[in-house]
């Protein structure tokens, strides 16, 4: 899938570039285990933290009203348990039939358990289910629409089904065996697996990755509920304090003052046509009368296909991106958004979108091919590299969000580095695909001058060399005799 970038705008009336903006008021990259509230590598500190207004208590939930955008359903839904309820949560949850999560569905309920798809209150039952997969949306008891294009759905098998009979309630239990959530009032229904490939995807071709890893070895049903989470999920990894929550990004945007958050999503290293893009979405915002627009680059931090850059490896790469000064420290925020990736395209696009929402952001960079893939068994792309922009400016319950214009980067061979293509001189100008990019690092081949920085290249070659290594030491011998 090529690296080529683009952006795009609504031409619908929620975008006005002549208003005035909101009268809104308000690194050091080494990875260090600490929290945005104390140091946070990708984070600036330079402004003073002002006093937040206290979010309004619900019986459930927080009501967390953003200074720019709210979230969809008009509360930020946070499911996790208070800390002076878990010992008993916890007792009444070990009473219960229990089932067993893969490490996808741990990711799941981290994503679910923060708001980022708020309202979503739980693993979805099927009249959610349903209009998720049919719809790409829900239908609110008020009335009203909010964008839900990707079922969130916990599969079991016969052997699970049969073990909570006619219980209510049951355990969440991880992979370790620890127990990590209560579902409550459950629904079970028949996971049609072919339906829900076919209207995800668009297509039910061998190969998909999700599919493959997810879907397929799945059980026959789905269970579904509301959710409360024991304790916080963490992944002790190394990299928790970049996994900021919606509530404390939107948090962070306030503490900066930020009158716009322009979100940009990724799943690979940052390029310098990346950064070209970023630097001059935040100049035209600047231009149109923001006076403090905050980049919040949001790499995908769940499930992702097996050649794709590891999370940890590809956060070392931005960190390096940001001491090169390829990025500003003091107007970007790197976070990572902890959702599995389904390469499903148009669809899995909105899901983006809608979850930048809840986390505050109300600009959206949109590239070419978003959450797209090659196609598994054909040479062309699985989708039309155009149509998740279009389908992203046209989505029901997303008008809200502005997705902002489109301008293509490539390698300009003449003045050797990443610009804005001129289709006056496109022989001057390559284009390097991620396939591209991977096979210069896995080959030790450097790329032109002026493709990426070179902290962040170095990087990239260094997993590689690792990589090399670790598959030579796993060769069988071989005996001559």
């Known amino acids: 899938m090529s690296l ?17 903006p909101s009268n809104f008021t308000g690194y050091h990259t080494k990875i260090r285990p600490k929290p945005i509230y104390h140091f946070n590598p990708l984070t600036s500190t330079s402004y003073k933290p002002r006093k937040m207004q206290a979010p309004v208590q619900s019986s459930s939930t927080s009501v967390i009203k953003s200074s720019l955008i709210e979230p969809d359903g008009g509360i930020l839904v946070d499911l996790v348990v208070p800390e002076n ?7 009444e949850a070990e009473s219960m039939p229990k089932v067993r999560l893969t490490k996808i569905d741990v990711e799941w309920v981290h994503v679910i358990s923060e708001g980022w798809a708020s309202p979503l209150k739980g693993f979805m039952r099927e009249d959610e289910y349903l209009q998720s997969l049919h719809f790409n949306s829900l239908r609110m008891k008020d009335g009203s629409v909010v964008n839900m294009s990707l079922p969130i759905v916990l599969a079991i098998d016969d052997e699970t089904k049969e073990g909570i009979g006619s219980s209510s309630d049951v355990g ?3 992979p370790r065996g620890d127990l990590i959530a209560i579902l409550r009032s459950i ?39 509301d959710l409360e989470v024991l304790k916080p999920i963490k992944y002790n990894d190394g990299l928790d304090h970049y996994r900021l929550s919606p509530k404390q990004l939107r948090k962070e945007f306030d503490r900066r003052k930020a009158d716009a958050v322009f979100a940009f999503q990724l799943r690979n290293p940052v390029h310098n046509g990346h950064a070209l893009l970023m630097n001059d979405t935040r100049k035209r915002l600047l231009e149109m009368g923001f006076k403090n627009p ?26 390096k991106v940001l001491e090169d000064g390829v990025l500003d420290p003091e107007t970007t925020i790197v976070a990572i958004f902890p959702s599995p990736m389904h390469y499903a395209g148009p669809t899995e696009v909105q899901w983006h979108a809608k979850a930048r929402i809840n986390a505050g952001a109300n600009f959206y960079i949109v590239g070419r091919d978003p959450a797209g893939m090659g196609h598994p068994t054909e040479k062309r792309d699985l989708y ?25 980067a490539a390698y300009d061979t003449v003045a050797k580095k990443m610009a804005f293509f001129d289709p006056s001189r496109a022989k001057d100008f390559l284009f390097i695909s991620g396939t591209k990019m991977r096979t210069y690092a896995r080959t030790g081949e450097n790329p032109p001058d002026g493709f990426m920085c070179p902290g962040g290249w170095e990087a990239l070659v260094k997993y590689y060399e690792s990589l090399q290594s670790e598959e030579a030491t796993q060769q069988p011998a071989v005996l001559s005799s």
């Open 172 to 174: 969440l239990v991880g």
């Open 4 to 20: 080529t970038i683009k952006v795009h705008f609504t031409s619908t009336t929620y975008l006005n570039f002549r208003s005035k």
């Open 187 to 225: 629904q079970i229904y028949k996971h049609n697996k072919e339906e829900r490939i076919a209207r995800t995807w668009g297509t039910t071709a061998p190969g998909l990755p999700y599919v493959e890893e997810v879907i397929t070895p799945a059980g026959n049903w789905l269970i579904g509920g």
């Open 384 to 408: 039309d590299p155009d149509h998740g922009k279009k389908v992203l400016s046209m989505a029901p319950s997303l008008e809200k969000l502005n997705i902002l214009p489109f301008r293509v």
């Open 85 to 91: 309820e878990r010992e008993a949560k916890t007792v």
């Open 294 to 319: 905050i980049l919040l680059l949001h790499p995908l931090g769940g499930f992702t296909k097996a050649d794709d850059v590891p999370l940890d490896v590809r956060m070392e790469q931005h960190s």
